[in-house]
């Protein structure tokens, strides 16, 4: 597997990688420098950890900041928001409005206008309530958080993560790149994407593919998904022994966060 070390992209992307790497973080956190080639203002998306070379690093490269974004409120993405945020003298922007400071929460649809730069919000829950994607129309590149990763897949932290918006918003994703605004998908762990197509029907097959294994992992616990409680917190055992079954086969290690994932399978299994 290539090294993922971050650098330039299409001709206003770069990533500064930060060095927190980890079961799920990958790499580490990519912060990434939004900047119009020639101005001098800059976007900061996803300051990452609180790690003072990696921050240095990232002001190096973004000039004068006229804001940073965070794409959802999970700590190895906003835990340096306002700090950084201070020292570069501007204001933290997300959907949460808990994740703001001295800035107004982001809105769907909102251009973000910087120094010629136009920076589409685009709001696509489904890891978290407040996952955000952001669209560099000019580069044909959507920074997608940790909605898509660079590598395996992403977790639906249930329950604020939730698996039908998901299945929405990679949809929604899907009809960017079909409309032709979409190529590269630039996501915040692990190496940018180029073929964006591709990735989010994977990924999309990828979640049928467990959701099947899931119910049948519930068949083979004696129960149909028409018996599953409403709330699957009622049944606090029931993940884990579907985690068992389906994820057979992978490292214990992941076990936990496939739980998360599991949970949030049930919820929409419960749902549907
Ligand atoms: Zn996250």
Same mark, same amino acid.
């Given at each position: 597997?290539?090294?993922?070390?971050?650098?330039?992209?299409?001709?206003?992307?770069?990533?500064?990688?930060?060095?927190?790497?980890?079961?799920?973080?990958?790499?580490?956190?990519?912060?990434?420098?939004?900047?119009?080639?020639?101005?001098?203002?800059?976007?900061?998306?996803?300051?990452?950890?609180?790690?003072?070379?990696?921050?240095?690093?990232?002001?190096?490269?973004?000039?004068?900041?006229?804001?940073?974004?965070?794409?959802?409120?999970?700590?190895?993405?906003?835990?340096?928001?306002?700090?950084?945020?201070?020292?570069?003298?501007?204001?933290?922007?997300?959907?949460?409005?808990?994740?703001?400071?001295?800035?107004?929460?982001?809105?769907?649809?909102?251009?973000?206008?910087?120094?010629?730069?136009? *920076?589409?919000?685009?709001?696509?829950?489904?890891?978290?309530?407040?996952?955000?994607?952001?669209?560099?129309?000019?580069?044909?590149?959507?920074?997608?958080?940790?909605?898509?990763?660079?590598?395996?897949?992403?977790?639906?932290?249930?329950?604020?993560?939730?698996?039908?918006?998901?299945?929405?918003?990679?949809?929604?994703?899907?009809?960017?790149?079909?409309?032709?605004?979409?190529?590269?998908?630039?996501?915040?762990?692990?190496?940018?994407?180029?073929?964006?197509?591709?990735?989010?029907?994977?990924?999309?097959?990828?979640?049928?593919?467990?959701?099947?294994?899931?119910?049948?992992?519930?068949?083979?616990?004696?129960?149909?998904?028409?018996?599953?409680?409403?709330? *699957?917190?009622?049944?606090?055992?029931?993940?884990?022994?579907?985690?068992?079954?389906?994820?057979?086969?992978?490292?214990?290690?992941?076990?936990?966060?496939?739980?998360?994932?599991?949970?949030?399978?049930?919820?929409?299994?419960?749902?549907?």
């Amino acid at each position: 597997m290539e090294a993922w070390t971050g650098g330039a992209y299409g001709d206003r992307g770069r990533c500064v990688l930060a060095p927190n790497p980890g079961i799920m973080t990958l790499d580490g956190t990519n912060t990434w420098v939004l900047r119009e080639p020639g101005s001098a203002r800059s976007i900061v998306v996803d300051p990452g950890p609180l790690h003072d070379d990696h921050l240095d690093a990232v002001a190096a490269v973004a000039g004068e900041v006229e804001a940073v974004v965070v794409t959802h409120h999970h700590d190895d993405h906003t835990e340096a928001a306002r700090s950084f945020a201070e020292r570069m003298g501007c204001g933290v922007r997300g959907l949460d409005p808990a994740q703001c400071w001295r800035s107004d929460p982001v809105v769907d649809g909102e251009v973000l206008s910087v120094g010629g730069l136009d *920076v589409e919000v685009v709001t696509t829950p489904g890891h978290t309530t407040d996952s955000i994607s952001l669209l560099v129309e000019a580069d044909g590149a959507l920074l997608t958080g940790d909605m898509v990763l660079g590598r395996g897949t992403t977790v639906i932290v249930h329950p604020d993560g939730d698996l039908g918006s998901y299945f929405d918003s990679i949809a929604r994703m899907r009809s960017l790149v079909s409309s032709g605004r979409v190529g590269s998908l630039w996501p915040a762990h692990g190496p940018v994407l180029t073929d964006a197509a591709g990735v989010l029907d994977h990924y999309v097959v990828h979640r049928r593919e467990r959701l099947a294994q899931v119910e049948g992992a519930l068949h083979r616990l004696g129960l149909s998904p028409a018996q599953l409680p409403a709330d *699957v917190a009622e049944d606090p055992t029931l993940p884990r022994r579907v985690v068992e079954v389906v994820y057979a086969d992978v490292d214990e290690s992941l076990w936990g966060a496939a739980e998360w994932s599991v949970r949030a399978q049930l919820a929409y299994l419960a749902r549907r």
